[in-house]
């Protein structure tokens, strides 16, 4: 049987005493579900202008941007959200952010 434990939560409040937190036991995974069609601007990558130096790889926060023997290889655009953080890191204009078609 489940007891309800309220407890009012103060600066003196302890871990101990705050309700114990739930547990998933299967959450899923993000690569079920392409997230990328809520976007409303994309990046767009220039190749020849591109050092690899994959700095537009370590901001994104959605994983999507692929790289292969250490090389950017393009987006993967059925996740990318279209954030823009990748074109903001980018220094040597490879990335520019479009209105997504």
Not at 36 to 56: I, S
Request: net charge negative; glycine share 8%.
């Amino acid at each position: 049987m489940n007891k309800e434990r309220k407890v009012n939560i103060t600066n003196e409040t302890t871990w101990r005493e705050t309700t114990p937190g739930g547990v998933i036991l299967d959450a899923g995974n993000a690569e079920d579900f392409k997230t990328g069609d809520w976007r409303a601007m994309r990046p767009v990558w220039y190749e020849d202008k591109c050092k690899h130096c994959l700095l537009c790889w370590v901001v994104c926060p959605d994983n999507s941007i692929k790289v292969e023997n250490g090389k950017l290889a393009g987006f993967d655009y059925d996740h990318c959200k279209g954030c823009g953080v990748c074109t903001k890191q980018c220094k040597f204009g490879a990335l520019d952010f479009v209105p997504e078609e």
